[in-house]
């Protein structure tokens, strides 16, 4: 994670030099030379690191088009490798649970094939102190499994995240460990043998922690469908195509832009106005183009929302959703926090393009500009001077708050919670069969 979080900050102060370092050129060579701009992760990424191997952490920004993030470690992996990605994350929601089934499923079964516990409980022995006895051992057995996380969360505050997250952060996992655990005993107090205790847990393991899942992302998606990339990006064309080409400054669409333009420099001859039209023509094109890009931008996110939000709402069905809901949005990991970089990057692009069209528009003399391809000569007085790139604003991402991320992250909490309640009040319908 170290090395990670330098090589981004490396690239981001190469990509941030290599633009400034330009030679001489026509401002709107500059545009489509582009910049980039890379998102550290939180600290806590080292554990979940959510939707980010899906969406990617980088952006390359230019201008008339809004780039999607790259470098998305898991669109690299074969189709076939669903598990190509073992990250702390999915072992401590998926695997964890399995393994404190194997260490529990006989832990009252055993007692009762036996014929132990009903000598306990004649002998006065209280049911409740042997059944908290039991779930203390099983506790205690599968918080060793918890080490990772808490090393990995100390690890993390030391990198500057907030105490109030990462003990939030291990606070949720133990809690799903509770859950797991009056799961495996509940199953094993009211069973009467070990094979049947094992084969439901079993079930109960697959149920909740693959099919359940799988089937909330699954309804997401066909309950609020969403086109696909083609359908959005010819959709986004014919909206674009309306607006007209802002590479000609003869396109019908400006002639309105020219007239206001006349009106306002009181003059009559594109030739007489003291600005550039063909960089006025940029600029306003840019932020019809921008506003347009947005729109769509904005109703993909939510649309990729909607969806997320629905496969939460699965969280009352199975705590691994609840609890892989609630890692990703107090890690920082989610894709809210995606959605964010996307904006702020969105931000970035325009107002760089912009402060380039401008100088398009109020430096470079239009008879000039107009005359670049005639000769080198020409094509050469058509540049300006690299002084003015220093249009570039500083980029540093940085993870929401802590009070952000724990505010967002209380329904899944509630999740949870109802699901501690629901065992508590199984182990204590499990306790009346043994006294029956």
């Not at 080490?147 to 500057?160: H, K, N, R, S, T």
């Not at 655990?181 to 009467?192: D, K, N, Y």
Request: with cysteine; glycine share 6%.
């Amino acid at each position: 994670m170290q090395h990670t979080a330098h090589e981004r900050e490396h690239l981001q102060q190469a990509s941030e030099s290599q633009f400034l370092d330009q030679p001489d050129r026509h401002p709107h060579r500059m545009v489509h030379y582009g910049h980039y701009v890379f998102r550290t992760p939180s600290p806590l990424s080292i554990i979940d690191p959510g939707v980010d191997p899906y969406t990617g952490t980088s952006i390359f920004l230019e201008g008339h088009r809004q780039n999607s993030a790259m470098f998305a470690d898991q669109r690299q992996a074969s189709g076939m490798t669903r598990f190509s990605r073992l990250t702390p994350s999915f072992l401590l929601q998926v695997l964890v649970p399995l393994f404190i089934i194997l260490i529990g499923y006989a832990s009252v079964t055993r007692e009762k094939e036996a014929g132990t516990i009903n000598i306990m409980i004649t002998q006065g022995v209280n049911v409740w102190h042997l059944l908290l006895g039991k779930y203390a051992a099983l506790i205690g057995s599968a918080v060793l499994m918890l080490l990772p996380l808490i090393i990995a969360a100390i690890w993390a505050m030391l990198q500057g995240e907030s105490i109030l997250v990462t003990s939030g952060f291990v606070g949720g996992y133990f809690l799903y460990i509770l859950i797991w655990c009056g799961i495996v005993l509940a199953v094993s107090t009211l069973s009467s043998k070990n094979s049947a205790s094992f084969a439901i847990l079993l079930g109960l393991w697959i149920l909740f922690c693959i099919l359940v899942p799988r089937i909330g992302s699954s309804s997401a998606a066909a309950i609020s469908p969403a086109p696909g990339k083609l359908e959005a990006d010819f959709a986004v064309l014919a909206e674009l195509r309306k607006l007209g080409d802002g590479h000609d400054a003869a396109d019908p669409a400006f002639e309105q832009l020219k007239k206001n333009l006349f009106t306002k420099y009181q003059v009559d001859n594109i030739d007489d106005l003291p600005v550039n039209f063909r960089g006025a023509v940029a600029q306003y094109s840019e932020k019809k183009l921008t506003d347009v890009l947005n729109v769509f931008a904005e109703k993909r996110m939510q649309e990729e929302l909607t969806q997320a939000q629905i496969s939460r709402e699965f969280g009352w069905l199975t705590p691994t959703t609840a609890i892989r809901s609630f890692s990703m949005t107090i890690s920082g990991t989610s894709l809210e926090t995606h959605h964010r970089f996307l904006r702020e990057a969105e931000d970035l692009r325009f107002d760089f393009v912009q402060s380039l069209n401008k100088a398009h528009r109020d430096i470079l003399n239009y008879q000039t500009d107009m005359n670049r391809s005639n000769s080198e000569a020409d094509n050469k007085a058509a540049r300006i001077d690299a002084t003015n790139w220093q249009v570039l604003s500083s980029f540093s991402f940085k993870p929401d708050t802590a009070v952000e991320r724990l505010t967002r992250s209380l329904p899944h909490v509630f999740q949870l919670l109802f699901w501690a309640v629901g065992i508590g009040l199984l182990l204590k319908f499990a306790i009346r069969r043994i006294r029956e």
